[in-house]
């Protein structure tokens, strides 16, 4: 006996985080010290990313980069949808960083019109939320 189980064809999941040929250099008296380079990757919704490295591998930059926070010295990073150089004012409202050394940049919740400050409020519902938010803006 055969059995042929079909499943409807799902969207494809769009991407949230869009990095292409991202590059920094910090520059100080003592010279150059590139931080990043040429990173390219993607995150679709709903994906869970780490981002592991040693230290100094440039996590934290690229962090700060994402959450518009740092420019990039050359190459490209979308939020989603949203050019974090370009279009920083539009991307802040979605996201939300909370380091584990440092002040967090923005308030998780209730930085988005669609994040209430209860604390019911899950991570996953409120990522979605902003998700909506952002299709909206577009
Ligand atoms: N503000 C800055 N000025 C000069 N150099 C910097 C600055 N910030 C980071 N760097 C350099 O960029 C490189 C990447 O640093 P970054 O802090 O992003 O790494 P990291 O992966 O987060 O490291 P760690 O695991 O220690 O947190 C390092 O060589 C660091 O010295
Ligand atoms: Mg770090």
């Known amino acids: 006996m055969n059995v042929l189980i079909a499943f409807a064809p799902q969207e494809e999941p769009v991407a949230v985080v869009e990095v292409s040929e991202l590059r920094r250099v910090f520059k100080s008296k003592k010279g150059e010290s590139v ?3 040429r990173v390219d990757l993607d995150v679709k919704e709903g994906e869970i990313f780490g981002l592991l490295g040693p230290n100094g591998a440039g996590k934290t930059t ?6 518009t926070l ?3 010295t050359s190459g490209k990073a979308a939020v989603c949808g949203f050019d974090i150089a370009k279009e920083a004012q539009k991307v802040r409202p979605l996201i939300g960083v909370a380091s584990g050394s440092e002040r ?3 308030d998780f919740k209730g930085s988005s ?3 209430s400050s209860s604390t019911s409020t899950s991570t996953r519902s ?3 939320s ?3 938010f952002a299709r909206e803006l577009r």
């Open 104 to 106: 967090p940049g923005y």
């Open 62 to 67: 690229l962090i700060r980069i994402l959450t």
């Open 130 to 132: 902003r998700l909506d």
């Open 70 to 72: 740092l420019l990039p």
């Open 35 to 37: 931080a990043l380079e």
């Open 126 to 128: 409120c990522t979605c």
């Open 113 to 115: 019109p669609r994040c």
